[in-house]
Nanobody, 121 residues
Framework: QVQVVESGGGLVQAGGSLRLSCAASASGTSISIYAMGWYRQAPGKQRELVATIPGNGDTTYADSVKGRFTISRDNAKATVYLSMNSLKPEDTAVYLC?????????????WGQGTQVTVSS
């Protein structure tokens, strides 16, 4: 019902920047999007929250990315962005987009397939 598609990952040197995008859509129905966010999962590690942005625009960041990453959203495009600066090798992970949305009044979390971010030292 709800498709979540990430883009923008890649390989970058330490200190570099990347911008991730995530677009949510639904075919044949309307959706109401509440919160949007980014998580990441490195090999052998648990999935962890990177940043979230609810409908009111307030933002939450993991301590490890504060001051380096910025989350933003375009409600008209149902898209959330993650601007990542001063990247470190420890930021290497698969980055997954999460969208909390209501379809036919049922609220669920939807996930994208993920986009790989690799930071070389």
């Amino acid at each position: 019902q709800v498709q979540v598609v990430e883009s923008g990952g890649g390989l970058v040197q330490a200190g570099g920047s990347l911008r991730l995008s995530c677009a949510a859509s639904a075919s044949g129905t309307s959706i109401s999007i509440y919160a949007m966010g980014w998580y990441r999962q490195a090999p052998g590690k648990q999935r962890e929250l990177v940043a979230t942005i609810p409908g009111n625009g307030d933002t939450t960041y993991a301590d490890s990315v504060k001051g380096r990453f910025t989350i933003s959203r375009d409600n008209a495009k149902a898209t959330v962005y993650l601007s990542m600066n001063s990247l470190k090798p420890e930021d290497t992970a698969v980055y997954l987009c999460n969208v909390r949305a209501a379809v036919h009044f049922a609220i669920n979390d939807y996930w994208g397939q993920g986009t790989q971010v690799t930071v070389s030292s």
